[in-house]
C-alpha cells in the first residue's frame, strides 16, 4: 500500500506539468495537471463569491480590494501574515490539496498580494520578488540564454542597463541599446536571433514615451515577446498588457509600496505558459517576497489611486512653474505641452494622468542645488512616495552609466529628477524657488 502511494506520488511530481509542484495555484484559483484532474484552489481560508459584489467594478475599487476577501474561520478583513517556511500535507495521497509546501514556492500571504498585482495589471498571473531589480533579472534570465538578442530602450533605469553590460552580455547574450520614442528604430534593430523587446515607459529619467500599441504590434509580427517596465507609468496611468505587451515589470518599492516601507518587484504575466516561465525561474532562483513585506505592500497599494491623483496633479503645477524659472533651462513632464510626446502621451495614459515624475535642467552646480534644498524636499534616490524627492542623476541614481551614454539619452551633468510627493505643491515650489534663486 505505501509503495503504490509513493509511486503515485512520485509519479505526479515528474510526469505531470512542473507546475503542479511548484504552483498548483493559477490567478483563476484553478489550474489543471496532466491528466486533466482539477487542482484546488489558492485560499485555504477564504472563498470568493462573485454574488456578494456588484459587476464590473472600477480600478479605485480593485486597487483596495482586488479579489482579497475577509477570512472564513476568523472574518478577518486583512490577509494574515503566514510566517511560515513550510505547510503541513494530511498525506501523500493530498500532497499539495491545499496548495501550498513550502514557502520559497509558495506563501499564502505573497500569492495573495501576485494575484493582486496581476489583476490590477490585467494579466494571468504574476511573481512578487524582492526588488524591481530581481523582476528585470527574472525577465531576462526566464526568456534569454547565450546567443539570444534583445532590442532595449537607449535609457532606462540605470540598473538594468547595468546588469545587461555587465552580468548578462559577458554570459554571451546580446543587447541593442535603441531610441525607443520611434518603433521604426526598435523594428530595424530586430536580428533573426532577437527573442526579447524591452521597453520603458516613461523612461527613467528622461520621461520618454513608447508607443506601446505600435511596438507591440512590432513584436507580434516577428514572434517576440514584449516586455515593459511601467514604474514610472503604474497601472494607475497605463497598462502595458491593454496595448498588446506581454509582460510587464514593477518595481513595487515605489508607487505600489508609496510610502518609503518596503522593497519589491513584480514580472506579470499575460499568459499562463508565460506564467509558467517565469514561476519556475522564481522557484530555481528563490527569489522571493517575505510574508511580511507583501503583507504591507497589500494595505500601502489601496492608496495608489488617491496617491497618484494628487502626485500628478502637485507635479503639473510645479512643472509649470520651473518652465517659468530664470535658473531652469529646461522642463519636461509628460502633461506639459511643451513635451515632445504629448500627444502619445495623452493618448496612452489614464484619465488625463501623467504622474508624479518629472525632470528639469538647472543653470548653475546641480551639487549646490541638492545642498541647498530644505524640506519638505528630500535628497535620496527612491521614487514614487509620499514624500517628495530630488535626485541629481549624473551622479547619483545614473553614476554607473558611461558619461558619454548617459550624455547621449540626455542626461546632463545639471540633470535634476523630482518625486513629487502629497505636500502641498505651493509648499514644495517655495522650496525649490530658495533653493534655485541661491545658484
Known amino acids: 500500500m505505501l509503495s503504490s502511494k509513493l509511486a503515485r506520488s512520485l509519479s505526479l511530481r515528474s510526469s505531470s506539468p512542473w507546475m503542479r509542484h511548484l504552483n498548483s495555484i493559477c490567478s483563476n484559483g484553478s489550474s489543471k495537471a496532466a491528466s486533466g484532474s482539477s487542482v484546488v484552489s489558492l485560499r485555504p481560508l477564504s472563498s470568493s463569491d462573485a454574488s456578494n459584489w456588484i459587476p464590473n467594478v472600477s480600478l479605485d475599487t480593485d486597487v483596495v480590494h482586488g479579489g482579497v476577501v475577509p477570512c472564513e474561520k476568523t472574518g478577518a478583513i486583512l490577509t494574515p501574515v503566514y510566517l511560515s517556511t513550510t505547510f503541513v500535507q494530511e498525506s501523500v495521497d493530498k500532497y499539495l490539496d491545499k496548495g501550498f509546501s513550502y514557502s520559497r514556492t509558495n506563501n499564502p500571504t505573497v500569492k495573495m498580494l501576485e494575484e493582486k498585482v496581476a489583476k490590477i495589471e490585467n494579466g494571468y498571473d504574476s511573481i512578487c520578488v524582492s526588488t524591481g531589480m530581481a523582476a528585470t533579472a527574472s525577465c531576462i534570465n526566464a526568456f534569454m540564454k547565450t546567443g539570444d538578442h534583445c532590442v532595449i530602450t537607449n535609457c532606462s533605469y540605470g540598473g538594468t542597463n547595468r546588469i545587461c553590460r555587465e552580468q548578462f552580455m559577458p554570459l554571451g547574450m546580446e543587447f541593442s541599446f535603441v531610441d525607443f520614442t520611434d518603433p521604426k528604430n526598435v523594428e530595424a534593430a530586430i536580428k533573426p536571433n532577437t527573442k526579447l523587446i524591452f521597453s520603458e515607459s516613461p523612461t527613467n529619467p528622461t520621461l520618454t514615451l513608447a508607443d506601446l500599441d505600435a511596438i507591440s504590434e512590432i513584436a507580434q509580427k516577428h514572434g517576440i515577446l514584449h516586455v515593459c517596465d511601467s514604474t514610472f507609468a503604474t497601472p494607475y496611468v497605463c497598462r502595458p498588457l491593454d496595448h498588446g505587451a506581454d509582460l510587464t515589470i514593477q518595481s513595487l518599492t515605489k508607487y505600489y509600496d508609496g510610502l518609503n516601507i518596503g522593497t519589491g518587484g513584480a514580472l506579470v504575466a499575460k499568459t ?130 558611461l558619461r558619454e551614454d548617459r550624455l547621449k539619452v540626455g542626461i546632463t551633468d545639471g540633470f535634476i529628477r523630482i518625486s513629487v510627493g502629497i505636500e502641498d505643491p505651493d509648499d514644495l515650489i517655495r522650496g525649490l524657488d530658495d533653493a534655485l534663486n541661491q545658484l
Open 272 to 401: 499562463p505558459e508565460l506564467y509558467e516561465r517565469i514561476k519556475l525561474i522564481q522557484n530555481m532562483h528563490g527569489n522571493i517576497m517575505s510574508p511580511m513585506t507583501a503583507y504591507l505592500m497589500l494595505q500601502t497599494m489601496k492608496t495608489m489611486g488617491l496617491r497618484i491623483r494628487q502626485q500628478s496633479s502637485s507635479a503639473m503645477k510645479i512643472a509649470t512653474f520651473l518652465e517659468s524659472h530664470p535658473k531652469v533651462s529646461k522642463v519636461v513632464y509628460p502633461g506639459l505641452a511643451s513635451h515632445p510626446q504629448k500627444e502619445l502621451a495623452d493618448r496612452q495614459h489614464r484619465d488625463g494622468l501623467h504622474g508624479g515624475m518629472l525632470w528639469f535642467d538647472v543653470k548653475g552646480d546641480p551639487i549646490k542645488l541638492m545642498d541647498n534644498i530644505k524640506r519638505p524636499w528630500t535628497l535620496c534616490e527612491n521614487l514614487g512616495a509620499t514624500e517628495s524627492i530630488i535626485t541629481a542623476c549624473a551622479v547619483m541614481t545614473h553614476a554607473n552609466m
